[in-house]
């Protein structure tokens, strides 16, 4: 682990908190001659419950030399006062000289401890800030402003923009010294980080005054250590009339949904928003049902409802292609009739070719047994919503091997851990789930959505 966050892991084990300060002084709310009193006012009120500060470099530049003046004496403050890191918010990202002039300021210069970039010019640009080994290196991923959707969210190849950058940051992480920064206002995005980085740390901007979901941006990026996420707050907590009482209270509240959080299984922990949209939508019904195994259940899975709400169909979609990220196939199969729409939505968010088996041959037109273009010998991963014991899977899959395909692999949304997998197991086939039954229930039942009596009748 880098200097940097073995830093950062001191001051949190030290103040309990995952909680970084912005310190953002704005002309509009401090007089020009008042920022480092002001800076200092806040240090002094907050150091005993926060893990690091980040100041924003364009509210000094924006000062003049007065206002630059000021960083420094508040970055040397922060050191000389405090153990917390400071992680100067300069978006730094150019090419050659100009690259290692700027990592040089903030380094050197400037004495921060981590610095964010901007990663559009590619490697090469970062690399003078990422051999400074014993700093901290955040590159911009996914941002909290509404306007990250125009490139952030652009197709290339397979993927989309911000997931690329988290690949890559992955690769260029050599030393143990870079993070990412991830808004907060897109926790969908946010948790599909975490699955691409998953022992990471994040930055994460976009909590109070901006509007984040706090609950949802820590089930989407909590590691399973309950650590892994840096929460940032600027306005919110500086221009409070009690910053001090504003940052115990936010370290509170993340700290309280962090205990939740431990709670679960690490895969729980990534699924635990898809969990709760799916019990929001109704999909979650408890009583007296009969499956279509024959066996009697108190709980029913009703994933049919996915088409109604299209930004819940789109997050389960992009799920199952994380799934499939490691798996080789050349086509889709869904099995209908709830797992064609599922299997539509993931032909559209991965661009692979989607096939299905019919459950009943037409009588008239072409006959086909299975709808679509194919070639035999060509390998397919099976997509379906749940999975009670193996039956329906097994036939779907005689199909389409009887047509010359070959069938390895299983995707459903959800296991209901009864048998199924092990049945599909034994005729060599391996199940992949989003979620186990045990799983959901945890999660619903941590956030009061179910209760205990629920859950133990679940579970008998």
């Known amino acids: 682990m880098a200097p940097f966050f073995e830093m ?26 008042e920022v480092l009193p002001f800076n200092r006012r806040i240090i002094d009120q907050t150091a005993g419950v926060v893990c690091a500060y980040k100041p924003n470099f364009a509210f000094y530049e924006a000062l003049g030399l007065p206002g630059l003046n000021a960083l420094r004496k508040t970055i040397g403050y922060i050191h000389e006062t405090t153990s917390m890191p400071v992680i100067l918010d300069a978006k730094r990202g150019d090419i050659g000289a100009t ?3 700027y990592a ?43 306007g990250a959707q125009e490139f952030q969210l652009l197709p290339v190849g397979g993927d989309r923009l911000y997931e690329v950058v988290a690949q890559r940051a992955v690769e260029w992480n050599r030393q143990g010294n ?6 907060a206002t897109h926790p969908n995005e946010l948790a599909t980080v975490r699955r691409i980085a998953p022992e ?46 504003a ?38 019904q408890f009583g007296d049902f009969v499956l279509v195994s024959g066996q009697r259940s108190p709980v029913y899975i009703d994933l049919r409802l996915l088409v109604s709400a299209p930004p819940v169909l789109r997050m389960v979609a992009r799920t199952y292609a994380d799934s499939l990220r490691d798996m080789q196939f050349d086509r889709l199969a869904a099995i209908p009739y709830a797992g064609l729409p599922i299997g539509t939505a993931v032909a559209l968010e991965t661009g692979h070719p989607l096939i299905y088996a019919r459950k009943e041959v037409k009588a008239h037109g072409t006959h086909r047994v299975i709808e679509g273009r194919f070639e035999p010998g060509e390998r397919v991963v ?31 949304l959800l296991d209901r851990e009864e048998g199924g997998k092990q049945e599909l197991a034994d005729q060599g086939y391996q199940l992949h789930s989003l979620l186990t039954m045990s799983e959901l229930l945890a999660v619903l039942y941590s956030e009061g959505r179910i209760t205990q009596a629920q859950v133990l009748s679940c579970r008998r």
């Open 8 to 33: 950062l892991n001191r001051a949190i084990e030290q103040n309990d908190s995952l909680l970084c300060v912005g310190l953002d002084p704005r002309l509009e709310s401090i007089a020009r001659g």
């Open 99 to 101: 690259a290692e002039a």
């Open 104 to 146: 040089r300021a903030a380094f050197e210069l400037w004495k921060a401890d981590a610095v964010t970039v901007n990663p559009y010019l590619g490697h090469d640009s970062l690399l003078p800030f990422l051999r400074y080994s014993d700093k901290g290196v955040f590159v911009l991923c996914h941002t909290s402003n509404p």
């Open 178 to 183: 870079l993070g990412l920064v991830v808004g």
């Open 200 to 245: 990471m740390w994040l930055l994460v901007p976009g909590i109070g005054a901006q509007g984040g979901d706090l609950q949802a941006t820590l089930h989407a990026g909590l590691r399973s250590d309950g650590l892994g996420l840096l929460i940032s707050a600027s306005r919110s907590i500086i221009f409070d009339e009690d910053p001090a009482a």
């Open 247 to 284: 940052a115990r209270e936010l370290r509170d509240r993340i700290n309280e949904i962090r205990l939740r959080v431990a709670n679960l299984k690490p895969s729980t922990t990534r699924g635990a928003q898809l969990a709760l949209a799916l019990c929001d939508l109704g999909c979650i």
């Open 382 to 412: 099976v997509l379906d919503d749940v999975i009670t014991t193996g039956g329906s899977k097994l036939a779907a899959i005689r199909t389409l091997e009887a047509a010359g395909l070959e069938v390895r692999d299983i995707v459903v």
